[in-house]
């Protein structure tokens, strides 16, 4: 449940003498990176600010993520669990979460596919700035300035370069491959004002289909999961 300031003193503030433990989640990864505890005052501070602010126990005072490193965590969102007593904030991280230098508490490593897969909607925000900054040199740009048409020529060649490495060549060489077509259709899908959220969406409501009834009468959809 998405939390509100009306709802910090509803909260199981007695559970843990005044605290409540916050699991802190990348905002587009999803990828769990710290756990630390969060009273009243840290509580709205960090709604204030919209920068996360936890309590120290050591210190037994408030702290603000990144005060000394820099290494901030923009806040997107704060929740709460269904006993009031954890709260899951989302963030989006400036520079390394953990003091030791890692991306994470726990560590570099991807803890689940989800992280990986994650690059994709990264991967649009970088295309987006292309296309709007429109730097010099910039490959991105400059097919989008040449036009759907063109875009949807190079989303072709790529798909064809795609099937004869499949067939021919090496798994490097497809998976190579298959890197350029996604970019490729990414773009043509900018050029459309049409996202990653939007295919993942649509497949989500294909695969729902199935499992209640079967597939839905449309085009393609029968050849989906």
């Not at 007695?14 to 990348?26: N, R, T």
């Not at 003091?99 to 990264?122: K, V």
């Not at 989008?144 to 798909?159: D, I, L, P, S, T």
Request: a negative charge.
């Amino acid at each position: 449940m998405t939390l509100q300031a009306a709802d910090i003193d509803g909260l199981a503030w007695d559970k843990q003498d005044g605290l409540l433990p916050a699991i802190v989640q990348h905002a587009t990864s999803g990828a769990v990176l710290m756990l630390a505890y969060m009273s009243r005052e840290a509580l709205r501070a960090t709604l204030d600010r919209g920068r996360a602010v936890f309590y120290s126990r050591s210190r037994q005072q408030l702290w603000e993520k990144g005060e000394t490193s820099g290494n901030s965590l923009r806040v997107t969102g704060i929740h709460f669990d269904c006993d009031r007593d954890t709260l899951l904030v989302t963030a989006l991280p400036a520079g390394p979460v953990c003091h030791q230098g890692t991306a994470s508490c726990f560590g570099d490593e991807p803890m689940s596919a989800a992280e990986g897969l994650a690059f994709l909607p990264e991967l649009e925000q970088i295309i987006d700035a292309r296309i709007a900054g429109n730097p010099e040199g910039s490959y991105t740009a400059s097919l989008y300035a040449k036009g759907m048409r063109h875009v949807a020529q190079k989303v072709g060649e790529e798909g064809l370069e795609v099937a004869l490495a499949a067939v021919g060549e090496s798994d490097a060489r497809l998976a190579s491959e298959s890197a350029d077509l996604l970019f490729h259709l990414l773009v043509l899908l900018r050029t459309r004002g049409i996202g990653m959220r939007e295919l993942t969406a649509e497949l989500r409501a294909r695969h729902a289909d199935r499992s209640a009834a079967g597939p839905r009468n449309t085009r393609g959809a029968q050849r989906i999961l």
